[in-house]
């Protein structure tokens, strides 16, 4: 359900459906679910596209619960008078500078966007602004030109593919981008952000591993926000990934009402561990317009992290981040361990509250 799908001849509970993905939700199945009438959900969609996989959907337990919040709509989204569209800065360039589809950020990595198009779009998307919407799909033109940036700064050792969700391509077009990506000599590794493992887990099969395990070493970071996303559709796409000898990661966000708290997120990270899922980053939900309602307070990550260091192994424990508003990358935040430091020696508190002392060298 794009906006501009609106004028088209589908009929109001067919969403449009341009990747040919089976099993979408119906405008209608939503309208029920929700309670919300047609109107508001259009109007909803209008603004901010929705599209929900029926496999996604199908992990809704109840209404309000944290599989429902993150696919749907809900009317706060048009309620948010203060968010920003672009707080990140992630689109403001010096004009002609740096291809439409490249935020180069830091000094040896950078993001290409290669797709505006998910398999769901989360209510809480950081690129709300621009996904789903078909006027701002990502041609190859654009594509090509981020490569060639890449290749005209020989800094650049890692590249970021992203969105959208790159595993949204047919994998013959990702194929072509990794290939040229690949052929970059300066370019050491790929990474790819992806919530199809997560919220379409059937679209990863043999054909695409064996074709990206052809452009090693690539690492993908996945995107779990809640244990209920863990099912067997899942475990088994992770493992063939895996498999195919590709790190996997995950970047959840801190979402108010979905995972605010220490015991979801404890066995969301244990659940991502058993499925060989490192969890990388747990991210302060950004200044978004239109995802006011699912933010927290900085405290709720700090007292997250508090509550697994220590109280589970290490491989449980992502870094807590806050993406700088204004671009300034990603800072991370940690409970104060350190209570006092000086020539002599440090002061510190373990997890479970108790002071120790580790003396400086002469
Ligand atoms: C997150 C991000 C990266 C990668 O950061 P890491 O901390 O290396 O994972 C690179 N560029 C941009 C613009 C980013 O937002």
């Known amino acids: 359900m794009n906006r ?3 004028s088209s001849e589908k009929s109001d509970d067919e969403p449009p459906n341009p990747l040919n ?17 047609k109107k508001k ?32 709509p809900s009317p706060e ?26 935020i180069h950020r830091y000094p040896d990595r950078l993001v290409l966007q290669v797709s505006n198009q998910c398999a769901m779009y989360c209510r809480f998307c950081t690129r709300k602004r621009k996904v789903g919407d078909l006027r701002k799909q990502i041609s190859w033109d654009e594509i090509k030109e981020g490569i060639d940036y890449i290749k005209e700064h020989e800094e650049i050792r890692d590249v970021l593919l992203s969105g959208g969700d790159p595993l949204m391509l047919p994998n013959g077009d990702l ?12 370019v050491e590794i790929i ?9 379409l887990p059937q679209k990863i099969n043999s054909e695409l591993c064996n074709m990206l395990k052809k452009y090693h070493p690539i ?26 000898g590709i790190p996997l990661g995950c970047q959840t966000v801190l979402l108010k009402g979905v995972n605010d708290s220490v015991g979801i997120m404890k066995e969301l990270m244990q659940k991502l561990v058993k499925m060989r899922v490192r969890p990388y980053y747990i991210y302060q939900a950004d200044t978004i317009k239109g995802t006011k309602h699912f933010r927290t307070r900085v405290e709720k990550g700090l007292e ?14 992502p870094h807590f981040v806050i993406d700088a508003p204004g671009g300034g990358g990603k800072i991370p935040l940690l409970p104060q361990y350190v209570l006092k430091i000086d020539d002599e020696k440090i002061a510190l508190r373990n997890y479970e509250n108790k002071n120790y002392e580790y003396p400086q060298p002469d």
């Open 4 to 6: 501009s799908d609106s």
């Open 21 to 37: 993905l089976e099993g979408l939700v119906s405008l209608n199945e939503i309208v029920e679910i929700s309670g919300l009438s």
């Open 41 to 72: 959900v259009k109007e909803i969609c209008n603004k901010y596209p929705i599209r929900i996989p029926r496999y996604y959907f199908s992990l809704i337990k109840e209404r309000g619960d944290g599989i429902y919040k993150q696919c749907m």
């Open 77 to 102: 989204e048009l309620l948010d008078y203060l968010g920003e569209e672009d707080p990140l800065n992630e689109e403001s360039k010096i004009e002609g500078s740096v291809p439409k589809t490249i």
């Open 175 to 186: 194929e072509k981008i990794l290939k040229s990506t690949r052929e970059i000599p300066h």
């Open 191 to 199: 990474r790819i952000g992806t919530r199809v493992p997560c919220a």
């Open 219 to 244: 690492w993908i970071n996945t995107h779990f926000n809640h244990p209920n996303e863990i099912t067997e559709e899942s475990k088994k796409a992770c493992t063939m990934l895996a498999d195919a």
């Open 304 to 317: 997250i992290i508090e509550g697994l260091r220590g109280h589970t192994s290490g491989l449980c424990v």
